[in-house]
């Protein structure tokens, strides 16, 4: 078995057996810990409206690979490599944010509240923050001691459906499950690298004046990421959560190739219309299935550690 494959497993079988996180798990230890993630992310968010996009998907980032264990937070050293060197990761942002939460943690509770606890509720605040419905997150999730950036299979946006959809399924989500996590592109932006081949070999599908517009913007040659436009991906209500992306996906208006196929694949194109047509479907299903992300093979009990600075582990 190759290394991810063994990781992947080792994924599966937590997500099997991650029953024992808790609400009002910090009750005794840390009881401000959610006051504290909400008041911050609060603060944050009205200084800098696209930090929460970025931290939904720092936790789909982090829960991919080796599970919601903070893994992706680690950053690399001259003798230690990490995730956050692999390509899908290279774009993340929010880091600094998830540092000042868990400064804020530390100083009202020392070494407590694991930084996977802190994500997850970070993620919860920041769907709240744009309009999505609240939801429940269990706590007790302990931070791994392995971030490595070749367990990094995060399907890229050029990805085949199937493939994604494969991926996806491993992780113990459906086909209609992965189409409303796709639905997280209703808010935040994508850099012009990750579609700028479908602007430059159109493929047909993407609408026309949308390809053109996308042109001008991002032009036709690679630029360095720090220089790289970043369009919205729901260019309507791009800090909404919201139902328009699947309305985008069903007139060819939406930039990442891997979502666009969703429209039409047999296994999602009826979870497309469906969500289309029923804003408050959505709505539901998205937080239950943000809920269901932040509890993939999460490490417990004694597992991992509790971190006191998110990006490093308390030993090298
Ligand atoms: C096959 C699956 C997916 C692919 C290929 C994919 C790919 C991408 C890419 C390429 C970007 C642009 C990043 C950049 O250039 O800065 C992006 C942005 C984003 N993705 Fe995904 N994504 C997938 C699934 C998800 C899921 C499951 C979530 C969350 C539940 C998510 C949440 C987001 C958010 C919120 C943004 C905007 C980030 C920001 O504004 O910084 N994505 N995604």
């Not at 903070?70 to 490599?81: D, L």
Request: hydrophobic share 40%; glycine share 6%; charged share 20%.
């Amino acid at each position: 078995m190759q290394v991810p494959q063994i990781a992947l497993l080792l994924v599966q079988l937590a997500v099997m057996a991650s029953q024992a996180l808790e609400m009002g798990y910090y009750a005794a230890t840390c009881p401000d810990a959610e006051a504290i993630v909400r008041q911050t992310m609060e603060r944050q968010h009205y200084n800098d409206p696209t930090l929460a996009p970025a931290i939904i998907r720092m936790l789909f980032h982090d829960c991919f690979v080796r599970g919601c264990d903070a893994s992706v937070m680690i950053v690399p050293t001259r003798t230690r490599s990490s995730e956050r060197v692999a390509i899908p990761n290279q774009t993340l942002r929010g880091f600094n944010a998830v540092d000042a939460i868990k400064r804020a943690l530390e100083s009202a509770c020392p070494r407590t509240v694991s930084c996977a606890d802190a994500l997850a509720l970070m993620a919860r605040d920041a769907v709240a923050l744009l309009g999505g419905n609240p939801y429940d997150v269990p706590l007790g999730r302990r931070d791994g001691l392995q971030s490595n950036p070749w367990e990094v299979d995060l399907p890229p946006p050029f990805a085949r459906l199937d493939d994604a959809l494969r991926a996806f399924a491993a992780r113990g989500f459906s086909s209609e499950e992965t189409v409303v996590l796709f639905g997280a592109h209703t808010v935040g932006g994508a850099h012009c690298s990750s579609f700028r081949s479908r602007l430059t070999n159109p493929d047909g599908i993407m609408d026309e004046r949308l390809r053109c517009d996308m042109l001008d913007t991002c032009g036709a040659a690679d630029l360095p990421l720090d220089k790289d436009p970043v369009p919205f991906l729901d260019p309507d209500t791009p800090f909404v959560v919201d139902n328009n992306y699947y309305a985008q996906l069903m007139s060819n208006k939406t930039l990442l190739q891997v979502d666009q196929e969703a429209a039409t694949h047999h296994a999602t194109a009826a979870h497309v219309a469906y969500y289309a047509a029923s804003p408050d479907a959505f709505m539901q299903r998205f937080s239950e299935v943000m809920a269901k992300l932040s509890n993939v093979g999460v490490l417990e009990g004694d597992a991992g550690e509790v971190r006191k600075v998110c990006s490093k582990y308390n030993t090298d």
